[in-house]
């Protein structure tokens, strides 16, 4: 039961930051807007929820003695991947932080970033939030009060992984994998290669009827020609 609560906030996790790096790259953009930054600042801190989600229940499982040896090395695996998902998050906190600094909205000399994407990114936010629709309180000085805040939070966030660190000591290479190194790839390549070979078997298939059908009519014709030929010669 908690093994299977652990992977369900480790996935929301990864996807509200996969949503948020999204956002990040739209900062400075024809996209760029009041509405972006207050996305960004809603979206980060549902991230930092989960986060803080993930590492209760991950840091009490682990050091929960009565857990088996199976349970621990899969507890160890989801720390693991929810470590990199905090380094990831924290190192776009860092670069939404930057953009926002040397693209302030506040600014209207600041030129924009040409990135050719144009667009309301409502979307992603609201993939992230899960909510169908997103109301925003504008104000005009978010970005000037957000970035105090976001490198507040990004402090936050350092802390808490050092924490982490404190409490709970898993070693990144000392946990094993479920997959052989590569097995991803592997698996496209052996699929495609079985779809190559039923290509190919197809083939070979089509090209052996062709064969008999050639043959066939081949000896129809000589055939033909044989009863021709005596025909004449009884004929003459």
């Given at each position: 039961m908690v093994k299977e609560e652990c992977k369900a906030l480790l996935d929301a996790l990864n996807?509200?930051?996969?949503c948020y790096r999204q956002l990040v790259l739209t900062i400075g953009g024809t996209s760029d807007s009041q509405n972006l930054?207050?996305?960004?600042?809603?979206?980060?801190?549902?991230?930092?929820?989960?986060?803080?989600?993930?590492r209760n229940k991950l840091t009490a499982a682990l050091r929960d003695k009565t857990?088996?040896?199976?349970?621990?090395?899969?507890?160890?695996?989801?720390?693991?991947?929810?470590?990199?998902c905090m380094e990831i998050?924290?190192?776009?906190?860092?670069?939404?932080?930057?953009?926002?600094?040397?693209?302030p909205l506040n600014v209207p000399k600041k030129h924009l970033m040409q990135t050719g994407m144009s667009g309301g990114t409502s979307g992603v936010a609201a993939r992230a939030m899960s909510v169908q629709n997103m109301k925003y309180d504008a104000d005009h000085n978010i970005d000037v009060v957000d970035l105090k805040d976001l490198?507040?939070?990004?402090?936050?966030?350092g802390e808490m992984m050092y924490e982490m660190e404190m409490k709970v000591n898993?070693?990144?290479?000392?946990?094993?994998?479920?997959?052989?190194?590569?097995?991803?790839?592997?698996?496209?390549?052996?699929?495609?290669?079985?779809?190559?070979?039923?290509?190919?078997?197809?083939?070979?298939?089509?090209?052996?009827a062709r064969k008999?059908?050639?043959?066939?009519?081949?000896?129809?014709?000589?055939?033909?020609a044989v009863v021709l030929a005596v025909c004449v010669v009884k004929l003459s």
């Open positions: 996807k509200v930051t996969a930054r207050e996305e960004l600042k809603k979206t980060r801190q549902k991230a930092q929820e989960l986060a803080v989600a993930n857990v088996s040896k199976e349970d621990r090395a899969e507890f160890e695996r989801l720390w693991v991947l929810f470590t990199s998050l924290e190192t776009d906190m860092k670069r939404a932080l930057e953009l926002g600094q040397e693209f490198e507040n939070e990004i402090n936050q966030v898993v070693p990144q290479w000392t946990v094993e994998a479920k997959q052989d190194p590569g097995a991803e790839l592997n698996s496209a390549i052996s699929v495609a290669a079985s779809s190559i070979g039923m290509i190919e078997v197809e083939s070979k298939s089509y090209c052996n008999a059908v050639a043959g066939s009519v081949f000896s129809a014709v000589l055939l033909i």
